[in-house]
């Protein structure tokens, strides 16, 4: 550290005051007289977002409890470990509060706001408050754990002067950044695109041109594939025709489709085991809900299940090339999405998930069901049948099954996947190469910043008072303006 800079508390340098502290019977969810936004945890990011924001009664807020321009916003308690801690800088905000799981650091007049601001973006300040944060369901942070925090002080002009060249260098990154981000809902649009082509038949119709003296009936094709339902039917009790889609509504399809319902494609069509796992290690590894998104299964989160002693799970184990319906999530972006089991792992499956085989046939590839299931007419069928009970949005099973899906020729079917898929890869490969630039530029905001607050970034000026003097008039200040205690006059015989 420079000679001229000096090391304090945050306690030095900023007043630290609570949030508020409300009932449900004085919050709102929209804006109503008498009411102001309160910010919680979930506001705070890099900096504070405005989403879900909650309003309670004026009458509940302390004059102090108002934001003001510099206060940094700490999220206090939180139930992820990475989320505890979290801060951001008011820059003039409206009349805004703030609940009692934040708290706010105000700094004094004689700092640079930005520059303390800018420290709680440090890896150094991260570090303090992610050691300090315990609980055991909940993380907590003690007003001790932050007030006590180390702070490196530069002289007041060196302030300045490291504040311009932070925000200097940032905008550069920033818009980098932001050209990154673009060409990431670039790629989200167009992956949006391509399925719909898929679905639609545009994506081959080159290879109909082609192929014209040999397209079938798409009726055939559908006769074919329920001849093969019928004869290797795992399912329980006699065996039921599925229903076919209603059709009068969907749009017209490229010769040789057919409209299709899901529930035609499947041999076995099952909800997984309602026993709340594990976190446990055990011979008995199960999904979790977030496994499945739209066209993809992941095991690296898994948890685990222990049957009662005459428990049978045989029936839950999942295969490769079994697809994956998720039944709830507290997204409705994520309900009745379908993503493919392409590892050969044994894992069972929750309750909140289906199972679906398709039928053992050569007419039907699971690559293209697994993307016509999570596009298209399909998905907008799943979508619209989709309920909220106690907070968690749902699909009944019977919807899913009921789900119409264009299903072209066999040979088509494989053109289409391959086609997406090649497209896809190469969408990955460039979402990666983004994801990896992105990291890139937080990991120089903090390299910048990790020299901003050891001295290295801006050159000193021996002329500028030292901090030590700073923080001297600092503490005066602080002292000056505190409120002197009383005491009591001795009585006198």
């Known amino acids: ?10 306690e030095d340098l900023a007043d630290l005051v609570r949030g508020v502290t409300y009932t449900k019977a004085d919050a709102a969810k929209k804006l109503q007289d008498g009411h102001a936004p309160l910010l919680r945890s979930n506001n705070i990011n890099i900096s504070i977002n405005h989403d879900e924001l909650v309003f309670v009664k004026e009458e509940r807020i302390g004059e102090a409890q108002w934001l003001c321009d ?33 708290s706010v650091l105000r700094p004094f007049p004689l700092i640079c706001k930005r520059y303390f601001g800018w420290f709680f973006q440090t890896s150094m300040y991260r570090q303090n408050v992610s050691a300090d944060a315990k609980g055991s369901s909940i993380n907590n942070l003690k007003r001790s754990h ?19 060249k932070i925000e200097s260098l940032f905008a550069q990154l920033d818009h980098g950044e932001a050209g990154l ?56 009790g006699k065996y039921k025709e599925p229903a076919a889609p209603d059709t009068r509504d969907l749009p017209e399809l490229p010769e040789g489709w057919v409209w ?32 499945v998104r739209p066209m993809s299964v992941t095991l690296n989160d898994l948890r685990y299940y222990s049957p009662a002693d005459t428990e049978d799970v045989s029936s839950y184990w999942v295969e490769k090339g079994d697809l994956l319906f998720t039944r709830y999530s507290g997204s409705a972006q994520f309900v009745g999405v379908c993503g493919q089991m392409r590892d050969s792992v044994s894992v069972l499956h929750p309750d909140k998930l289906i199972k679906l ?71 990955e490969r460039l979402q990666s190469h983004c994801q990896a ?15 901003a607050f050891a001295g290295k970034l801006v050159p000193q000026n021996p002329d500028d008072e030292p901090a030590s003097e700073l923080l001297a008039r600092i503490r005066a200040e602080r002292d000056a303006a505190a409120p002197k205690k009383r005491t009591r006059k001795k009585a006198t015989a």
């Open 70 to 102: 510099g206060d940094v916003l700490i999220a206090m308690s939180s139930g992820s470990s990475s989320l505890v801690g979290k801060a951001a800088q008011a820059k003039i905000p409206p009349r805004e509060t703030f609940g009692a799981f934040c």
């Open 181 to 236: 981000r673009d060409v990431q809902k670039l790629l989200a649009r167009y992956r949006q695109s391509v399925l719909k082509a898929a679905v639609t038949g545009q994506l081959t119709a080159d290879w109909r041109a082609e192929n014209a003296d040999r397209l079938e009936s798409g009726h055939d094709l559908l006769e074919r594939i329920l001849q093969a339902r019928r004869e290797n039917w795992q399912g329980r």
């Open 437 to 451: 630039e992105l990291a890139r530029s937080a990991a120089l905001r903090q390299s910048v910043l990790k020299d």
């Open 357 to 427: 085989r398709v039928v053992d046939t050569p007419e039907l590839c699971r690559d293209f069901l697994e993307l016509a299931w999570n596009a298209g007419v399909t998905r907008a069928h799943i979508a619209s049948n989709i309920k909220t009970t106690s907070g968690q949005q749902g699909i009944a099973g019977g919807d899913i099954k009921s789900a119409p899906f264009p299903l072209p020729p066999a040979d088509e079917q494989v053109v289409i996947a391959e086609r997406v898929w090649d497209v896809f890869e190469k969408m």
């Open 260 to 291: 299709a319902s899901v529930d035609q494609m499947v041999r076995v069509f099952r909800n997984g085991l309602s026993k709340k796992p594990v976190a446990e290690k055990n011979q008995y590894p199960i999904l979790r809900i977030s496994a």
């Open 146 to 164: 932050v007030l006590s925090i180390g702070f490196p002080l530069a002289p007041a002009n060196e302030q300045l002067r490291i504040v311009d």
């Open 1 to 10: 550290m420079p000679k001229n800079w000096t090391t304090c508390t945050v």
